[in-house]
DNA sequence: ATACATGCAAACACTTTGCAGCACA
DNA sequence: TGTGCTGCAAAGTGTTTGCATGTAT
């Protein structure tokens, strides 16, 4: 049977996810190992964070307009993207599991999950009190 | 003072996604206006679908890991993505505009907005009964 | 007349892929 | 020992940008 293996790249990948706890992009993670292990390639990071993240073991994080970002937490919750400084938070909402059964007429669609992304300010942000320019729609 | 201007192409864009009714990707947009105004530019296309979606005038609609959608329809409504064929449809689901009261501890954070995205398998896939792989973590 | 918009091509950011050699099981 | 994985570099996708020219006001 086809097998995967357990190569000293793809524990560095999760226990880097595991260890910045700041929702860090593959490039994040690529740094943080290479501190250490100067001859990772990015493409080997990639392909173990794609991996991972298909088998549950971390969760990849997609806001718009930005790279993709990974999350040690598999748990489900929420994510708040701040549109000035790009920074990811968790959100306090508790799942929203009713949230599938309310969809009306899903006639023929198979609804299997959704998620919900939050914007607006981060303290940091807010507390500059830059010039307000006309928001950015993603 | 500093004012936009109504140019042949930005009403092209425009009226394009309005007759493109099922979330059209700058790509389709550029084509169907190519048809007829073979010089226009994507370049173009690109500047003033983001110009249009920031005036609000039409709507940004991303799902992951494909390139952005717009939407003719501004009210607020959400959506769901086959994860199969890629399609956008609307969701049949009424504005939860209480869900940004829901949220605990926004201490310091500015919550402006939030969109839910639906993900699962449209009818016409549903129907083919393909083999079942791995469901992408997308 | 003048500044905003266009078309073009090149640049960009992020991610994926082909391939030859390497190393885990 | 064999195949899954890696590193490298190149390619891919979607989008943005610099610049000279065009055009709406």
Redesign the interface.
């Known amino acids: 049977m086809s097998t995967s293996r357990n190569t000293i790249q793809r524990e560095l990948v999760l226990q880097a996810v595991q260890q910045l706890r700041h929702h860090p992009t593959a490039d994040d993670v690529y740094h943080l190992i290479a501190q250490d292990h100067s001859s990772i390639s990015r493409a080997t990071v990639y392909r173990n964070l794609?991996l991972l993240?298909?088998r549950?073991q971390i969760?990849?994080v997609?806001h718009?307009?930005t790279a993709?970002r990974f999350d040690f937490a598999t748990r489900p919750h929420y994510h708040?993207r701040c549109?000035k400084c790009g920074g990811v938070?968790d959100?306090?909402?508790?799942p929203?599991a009713d949230?599938?059964a309310?969809?009306?007429?899903?006639?023929?669609?198979?609804?299997?999950?959704?998620?919900?992304?939050?914007?607006?300010?981060?303290?940091a942000c807010?507390?500059h009190k830059k010039a307000k320019k006309?928001?950015?729609?993603?």
């Open positions: 794609s993240a298909q549950g969760r990849r997609s718009i307009g993709d708040f549109e938070f959100v306090a909402l508790p929203q949230l599938l309310k969809v009306d007429n899903t006639d023929g669609f198979v609804l299997s999950g959704f998620d919900i992304r939050f914007f607006g300010t981060c303290p807010a507390g006309k928001p950015d729609d993603r």
